[in-house]
């Protein structure tokens, strides 16, 4: 059975009208979730305020194409501005419901595909013509509102024609189209003057080994990001190009397997200066690693570009795109965002969507600002962390012996093997040391 649809309409102008703009209250009662405990967007926190170090956005895709569908039923969702139709006036619908959303919440970022914002025409021509209209509302509304954009990216994945891959297709036609595809999506990003621009490929891996020629498509790939580089250095885009890893899903394997299988792709094929990663959590932990993995492994060789802000169910296979809710998860993210010294140009994308039985439009509001409040405490938390200096202290001080003496000397790449042969034969057996990690994990717990 499909979802019954509304007539779209927004009451008295408004689409959340029972909803005004979301404020910071800390004292507000526990069970009252429209509100902010703790994201106070101007508070400043290390020198910068937590609307500068957090950047949040949301994603249009989830919060506003999003119906509830799962492999086992269709939607449940109906929302008071959508008719479900594939036609522009819908869309238009759709962007200013989501920019009023935005505007309450008190978001300054937002994201999106191509094939969110827009129908799809009869040919290539007519979608890019489609999408151009809906640019011209876009840029309306964002002036009007100061929501940016974070990013946008391409939808190739959804479309049937895509069932073979895009950059990595064994059919040129389908990987041509493609990047044709994604020159418009570039024009459209560099008009409304996209931060970033993101790069997912769900379906650019394999489902069988016998059927499929991985060196060709790896080249394939490679060749299409040079085309992109070309395209954009000659627009003159100046956002962020991002890979986004997954490792599986909807492919059984993704080239884009993990941060560090991109990383190496990226110096593979000579295109590193060009592309920084789209860290997803829950890509993450469906890759086997714990939550802040491949934001740890992006940022310690300067590749941490922006992070999809979302997270799994441990118990469950696959991609849930839950909103994080987890302080301790988020403490650690941010740990290493401070770190970094922020996010800039990237942000945290809110790439999370409601649960298929979480059917209010209050549901939408909750779920973002629950998530905020998860991420201002991992920011405070992390803060004080780092502040405190315990932590990174006992991490030092684990690594006392190569500070100095042949320490030194091997991690300079001075030594030899004769120099640590002639070591181990005077200083003896070393004595075991403790790694103390549950001392670690008492420290972190002691913030959270
Ligand atoms: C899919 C996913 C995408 C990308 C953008 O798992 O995360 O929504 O973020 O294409
Ligand atoms: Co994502």
Same mark, same amino acid.
């Given at each position: ?101 935005? %505007? ?23 979608? @890019?013509? @489609? ?50 595809? !994604? ?12 931060? @970033?621009? !993101? ?12 059927? +499929?020629? !991985? ?79 491949? !934001? ?14 979302? %997270? ?7 991609? +849930? ?14 740990? %290493? ?112």
């Amino acid at each position: 059975m499909s979802v019954k649809r509304n007539k779209a309409a927004a009451s008295n102008g408004e689409y959340f009208p029972g909803i005004a703009k979301i404020v910071y209250n800390p004292a507000a009662p526990a069970d009252d979730s429209l509100v902010f405990r703790h994201y106070n967007a101007s508070e400043v926190v290390r020198g910068k305020t937590m609307e500068e170090w957090l950047r949040f956005s949301v994603c249009f895709w989830h919060s506003f194409r999003g119906v509830g569908l799962d492999p086992f039923g269709s939607g449940t969702i109906t929302r008071p501005w959508d008719d479900g139709t594939e036609t522009l006036e819908a869309a238009k619908q759709r962007l200013r419901a989501a920019f009023e959303f935005f %505007t309450k919440l008190g978001v300054k970022y937002w994201t999106f595909h191509d094939r969110d914002i827009a129908p799809e025409g009869n040919n290539l021509s007519s979608t @890019n013509a @489609n999408l151009d209209i809906i640019a011209d509302l876009a840029e309306e509304l964002m002036q009007k509102t100061g929501v940016k954009l974070l990013w946008a990216t391409s939808n190739l994945f959804s479309h049937p024609r895509f069932m073979l891959g895009a950059a990595t297709s064994s059919d040129a036609r389908v990987t041509a189209y493609a990047a044709a595809q !994604v020159k418009k999506c570039l024009d459209i990003a560099k008009r409304l003057g996209a931060e @970033n621009f !993101v790069f997912w490929g769900g379906r650019e891996g394999y489902n069988s080994l016998l059927n +499929t020629d !991985v060196k060709r498509e790896l080249d394939h790939m490679a060749a299409f990001f040079k085309m992109v580089v070309a395209y954009k250095e000659k627009i003159g885009f100046t956002g962020q190009l991002l890979i986004e890893p997954k490792p599986k899903e909807p492919t059984r394997h993704q080239y884009d397997y993990d941060a560090q299988t991109v990383m190496a792709f990226l110096h593979q094929y000579d295109l590193s200066d060009h592309f920084k990663l789209n860290i997803e959590p829950n890509h993450t932990t469906l890759a086997g690693h714990c939550y802040e993995h491949d !934001v740890v492994m992006s940022f310690i060789y300067g590749k941490l570009g922006s992070i999809d802000a979302n %997270t799994g169910s441990p118990d469950l296979g696959w991609d +849930t795109d839950q909103f994080p809710m987890d302080v301790k998860s988020a403490t650690v993210i941010m740990k %290493t965002v401070i770190e970094q010294g922020g996010l800039a140009p990237g942000g945290l994308n809110f790439d999370a969507k409601v649960r298929r039985d979480s059917t209010d439009l209050r549901d939408l509001f909750i779920g973002h600002i629950a998530a905020m409040d998860t991420f201002a405490r991992g920011l405070l938390n992390a803060s004080r962390v780092i502040e405190d200096g315990h932590l990174a202290k006992a991490v030092a001080s684990r690594y006392s012996t190569w500070t100095g003496g042949l320490g030194a000397k091997i991690a300079a790449g001075k030594a030899t093997l004769e120099d640590c042969e002639k070591f181990t034969l005077e200083e003896g057996h070393p004595t075991p040391v403790s790694a103390h990690q549950e001392h670690f994990e008492t420290i972190l717990n002691n913030y959270v």
